[in-house]
């Protein structure tokens, strides 16, 4: 990965308002978390998933070093004000997420900034969770259709955030979010 260089004050507020936005939905995500569990756990992946939506939608508005994991971090600060339980979580979560999204971005060299890109980055993610997940979750407890079911939507999971997130960040890049 290239040094960090300073970011300028645009880049940076830019980083704080999606992270205080994706923030509250990790916030929320992480209240969902407890009820998921309990109720429904083959859709937890699913929900976990939402974590990777910073890091997409900064990279995707800015296309820079670094904003994902910054991105990252502050969306975590922002969901453990909201569900405190969770704050090692969302911080263990952002450096993982925001790293991989950051070392996908690292390994084009920062110049290469088409779909497929973010999507190799969430598939990665979602094998990631499903597999750690799955023996939290206790996956084995659950009939074969669960289980199978749980490991689909687990993958599955990041790459609809994924495309979601794409959405936004073109939105943003198209509105002159990321004007120079």
Known sequence: MPPIRALSTRVLL??????????????IAGWLTIVTISVAPIVYGFVLGVHVIPGIIAQETLRLPWVALLTHLLAALVASAMAPQWVLRFLGTAVLFGGIQEAVA??????????WRYFISAGVIGVLVAVVVAFAAHLSTLPLWAQIAYLVLAVLGPIAWTAAALGVGR???QAGVARR
């Open 171 to 173: 939105g943003l890049r």
């Open 14 to 27: 830019t980083c704080a308002a999606i992270g205080v936005a994706t923030g509250v939905l990790g916030g």
């Open 106 to 115: 690292a390994l084009t060299r920062y110049r290469v900034w088409a779909p």
